[in-house]
């Protein structure tokens, strides 16, 4: 069963830097759409970025565009998220979820696709 789980989160000052990870039991995970998603406290929890199997597809809030980065390393199992210039906004929980690719790629703005998810690693952007 494809089991992911996160990592990678801290507190950092604003205009700082993290790099998230997600990582799979299974290189199932290789077959599967990505998303990104973050809940801050009181928040409905809001899509950040996706990426297809292939790497071609990749998806990006307006919020986070030119500050946050997707990639994935096929032969690690693994996601990443690069987080550049993070602000006080950026703080919260981030989970990595899995969905099954089809050939309209990848969605950040829905987590309806998304049956599998991480347990989430906290991100706390504070001066």
């Known amino acids: 069963q494809l089991q992911l789980v996160e990592s990678g989160g801290g507190l950092v000052q604003p205009g700082g830097s993290l790099r998230l990870s997600c990582t799979a039991s299974?290189?199932?995970?290789?077959?599967?759409?990505i998303g990104w998603f973050r809940q801050a406290p009181g928040k409905e929890r809001e899509g950040v970025s996706c990426?297809?199997?292939?790497?071609?597809?990749?998806r990006y809030a307006d919020s986070v565009k030119g500050r946050f980065a997707i990639s994935r390393d096929r032969a690690k199992n693994t996601i990443y998220l690069q987080m550049n210039s993070l602000e006080p906004e950026d703080t919260g929980v981030y989970y990595c979820?899995?969905?099954?690719?089809?050939?309209?790629?990848?969605?950040?703005?829905?987590?309806?696709?998304?049956?599998?998810w991480g347990r989430g690693t906290q991100v706390t952007v504070s001066s």
């Open positions: 979820a899995a969905a099954a690719s089809d050939q309209d790629g990848c969605t950040h703005t829905s987590t309806m696709p998304y049956v599998r």
């Open positions: 990426i297809n199997p292939g790497g071609g597809d990749i």
């Open positions: 299974t290189s199932l995970i290789n077959y599967y759409n």
